[in-house]
């Protein structure tokens, strides 16, 4: 998820914690009551406008804040 701007961007890191973690996406899918599509979406990182409901979602299925998974990346 880049925004190009001069205020930086945010990353989505759900892969990363389920690798950390020992997740498999099976388990994040139906935890979370999220599509499949959906899902590799976020878990890939390919979203530009993320809905705070499926971040809910994610974060309920794994189990985790918000910030385990949204990293802000100030500009350079």
Not at 4 to 31: A, C, P, V, W
Not at 58 to 75: G, H, R, T
């Amino acid at each position: 998820m880049k925004i190009d701007n001069n205020y930086g961007n945010f990353e989505l890191t759900i892969k990363e914690y389920m690798e950390k973690h020992s997740i498999s996406k099976y388990k994040l899918l139906k935890r979370g009551d999220l599509q499949q599509k959906q899902m590799k979406a976020y878990y890939n990182g390919d979203i530009q406008r993320p809905d705070l409901t499926v971040l809910a979602r994610i974060c309920y299925a794994l189990d985790c804040q918000l910030s385990d998974i949204l990293k802000y990346i100030p500009p350079v």
